[in-house]
């Protein structure tokens, strides 16, 4: 019998159970971060591949850090009054998901600690946890981070790198506050730690004033940033970005070089030939004005049927919104027992998104690949399921 590494633990993630009901027709589900089919540029992308197809170049090997032009492109995007980034201070990865593997494999070694928000995304989990290293939980409040049990940990404890979503937190949807921003900066010059700040959602604010990310606030060399195209073009092009200061980006680079060379020389010419014909803000405007309209329905859906019992979060952009139950109840039992078979909604229960706690009382909805009139009728039945569990006793050890 084959000996997997120590490092490979079994993972029930309470995620298993929805793919039970993956053909049933009648399942409306929320689970899946997945951006809207509706809403990629499918006739742009494909003029843009031909095009890059006339070129043999893009066929060919291209350098570890990713073409170029494409790379300044990123930095003029990402680039603002506060600070402007150049295309020396960027990797290109496959996702900001290698991005998160990357910074992991350079900076951890078994038992070295990692500061996550509590709850945090999953995938992220998934990536540190091949370097086994030592959860810490911060609390989300409405503005971010707790940085009062941030600072106590990073006094207490020796932690390699602080992972944060500070733009539509997922699972939550929170947002860091400027001030928090900041302060969460200072503390990692004084303690001497890197913030891994990952932003897929950034772009995809609904309504009030973009913050400065922490790549853009940083002056002592301490962030590492991830940015992505898969939430704004296509998660099926596999292209996202890192940047950070030269001392790191080198040895990234010679990591990514180990782990697959570089990313698809096609794709990175098909985004560098859309973004030379097409503008890239005017697509994401669209994006969020059609991904407003299902927040919205989803909010007030929630307002209208959810017991007063089940409180939720109000974002004002991103993908998510996060529900919390009263304390007794686990939303995995919940979903394999109840929700499943009976209301045909599916969700991402929490306990997973908790690495040390495994908080089992709160859940992820997605709003962004469903049409109104199915947002509409899923939280529906999931409130009329909740109102009539959570007024059942025998239930409360759900």
């Not at 998901?97 to 998934?126: M, N, R």
């Not at 698809?264 to 309209?293: C, E, G, R």
Request: glycine share 6%.
């Amino acid at each position: 019998m084959v000996k997997f590494a120590n490092r490979i633990q079994p993972c029930d993630n309470g995620l298993n159970d929805i793919f039970t009901y993956a053909n049933d027709p009648a399942l409306i589900s929320f689970a899946a971060g997945y951006p809207n089919n509706h809403l990629f540029p499918q006739a742009e992308l494909k003029s843009a591949f031909a095009s890059s197809l006339t070129d043999s170049t893009s066929l060919q090997y291209s350098g570890a850090a990713g073409l170029k032009s494409l790379r300044a492109k990123i930095a003029q995007h990402i680039s603002s009054p506060r600070r402007t980034f150049t295309a020396a201070e960027i990797l290109l990865t496959q996702g900001a998901q290698q991005g998160l593997d990357l910074t992991a494999k350079l900076l951890l070694d078994p038992g070295d600690g990692v500061v996550v928000e509590a709850p945090t995304y999953l995938g992220a989990l998934s990536a540190f946890d091949a370097y086994q290293p030592t959860y810490y939980e911060v609390p989300l409040q409405d503005d971010g981070m707790d940085l009062n049990v941030l600072q106590k940990t990073l006094m207490t404890h020796h932690v390699k790198f602080i992972y944060t979503i500070p733009d539509f937190q997922n699972p939550t949807g929170s947002t860091l506050s400027l001030p928090k921003r900041q302060a969460l900066l200072r503390l990692a010059q004084r303690y001497d730690v890197i913030i891994l700040e990952d932003s897929p959602y950034r772009d995809l604010r609904f309504s009030g004033e973009s913050l400065p990310s922490l790549a853009s606030l940083d002056t002592t060399d301490h962030v590492i940033s991830l940015g992505s195209f898969s939430k704004i073009l296509s998660p099926g092009l596999r292209l996202g970005w890192l940047v950070t200061t030269p001392e790191l980006l080198v040895p990234l680079t010679e990591l990514k070089l180990g782990n697959d060379v570089q990313s698809s020389t096609l794709v990175m010419s098909a985004i560098d030939q859309y973004l030379d014909q097409h503008d890239l803000s005017d697509h994401i405007a669209k994006m969020n004005q059609a991904y407003a309209a299902k927040m919205a329905t989803m909010l007030n859906a929630l307002d209208h049927y959810l017991p007063a019992a089940v409180n939720f979060t109000r974002p004002r952009g991103g993908f998510f919104i996060y529900l919390t139950l009263p304390a007794d109840i686990d939303t995995g039992e919940l979903l394999k027992q109840v929700i499943l078979p009976q209301a045909k909604v599916a969700y991402v229960p929490s306990a997973s998104l908790f690495p040390v706690s495994h908080q089992a009382n709160g859940l992820r909805l997605n709003f962004t690949n469903l049409d109104t009139a199915t947002i509409e009728l899923g939280v529906k039945r999931l409130g009329q399921i909740l109102t009539r569990v959570l007024a059942q006793p025998k239930y409360a050890k759900l």
